[in-house]
């Protein structure tokens, strides 16, 4: 389907670009810098674009200071924000100053707040706070389907028409759910298993063992796109980095399912893309 592939092509091409800046980064000059700042379950992003929208910068540390969306160590969450925008300006040698950020779908009274002190405690002006799947559209550029953002402590679901979301939702099942999975079928502690799953050469191995879980992710999908006309499905967030996720759930869901080459890294580039120099 080439309007998939044009989409797929413009979004894996931005990742590719940030992945190498994030070893390499680019240190030419730009007038203002925007930061996109994705606060995960299992892991922090962050991620600098020039004055054109260009990956610059990166950098991203796996951490638990989040749980099911939610913010559980405020002072470590700065901690880190703080310590990654650090790294970031001495490599490009400026002051970081512009972040957006964003939270799971329908959370907003529940955790928008602390999201946000996060991101002023780290010494960022704040100018944007959106739901994750709407920020990950930011870069799918998707007109109709389902975003589902698969992270490590919960599914969000976003339903575009005519390339405006008209439902979100989320839900506490995502890579904690996996790890610990592993964790009783492999006899690990949890941190051993969450670091055996990040390897894709354990992938093929893991499939068969993930499948309830995965199907459990596909009920809810199911459950929520129900009353809504859905041709499609893309997934992101760092849990659809498991190779065969997508074949599972597109088997349960009776729709074509999609995901980019790297879904990690798609909804801090989206979360960058909103980010504005109009402080909230």
């Known amino acids: 389907m080439p309007e998939i592939d044009s989409t797929f092509q413009y979004c894996d091409q931005l990742v590719r670009d940030f992945e190498n800046v994030v070893e390499h980064p680019d240190v030419r000059e730009s007038s203002v810098y925007y930061t996109g700042i994705d606060l995960g379950t299992a892991c922090v992003v962050l991620a600098v674009l020039d004055e054109n929208r260009k990956p610059v910068a990166g950098a991203y540390r796996y951490a638990d200071v989040v749980r099911d969306g939610m913010v559980v ?10 310590e990654l925008k650090q790294q970031i300006e001495d490599k490009l040698g400026t002051e970081l100053i512009y972040a957006a950020a964003a939270l799971p779908p329908g959370t907003d009274s529940l955790d928008s707040g602390a999201i946000k002190y996060v991101v002023q405690g780290a010494g960022f002006e704040i100018t944007n706070l959106l739901d994750e799947p709407t920020a990950a559209n930011a870069v799918l550029k998707i007109r109709n389907g389902a975003i589902v953002d698969i992270g490590g402590g919960t599914t969000g679901i976003a339903i575009l028409k005519d390339g405006e979301v008209v439902y979100i939702a989320d839900e506490p099942t995502g890579g904690t759910h996996f790890s610990l999975v592993i964790s009783g079928a492999f006899k690990m502690d949890f941190e051993m ?3 055996y799953k990040r390897n894709p050469d354990n992938h093929v191995e893991l499939l068969p063992v993930l499948r309830p879980v995965i199907e459990k992710v596909s009920s809810i999908i199911n459950r929520h796109i129900a009353d809504y006309h859905v041709n499609e499905i893309y997934l992101v967030g760092g849990t659809c980095c498991l190779s065969g996720i997508e074949g599972i759930i597109e088997k349960r ?3 074509p399912t999609y995901k980019p080459q790297n879904p990690m890294f798609v909804t801090p580039l989206g979360i960058a893309l909103n980010c504005t120099q109009e402080i909230m």
Do not use: M, S
């Not at 160590?73 to 703080?82: L, Q, T």
């Open 193 to 195: 298993a969450d670091l």
């Open 253 to 255: 869901t009776g729709l």
């Open 73 to 82: 160590d405020y002072i470590g969450a700065i901690n880190i924000v703080k």
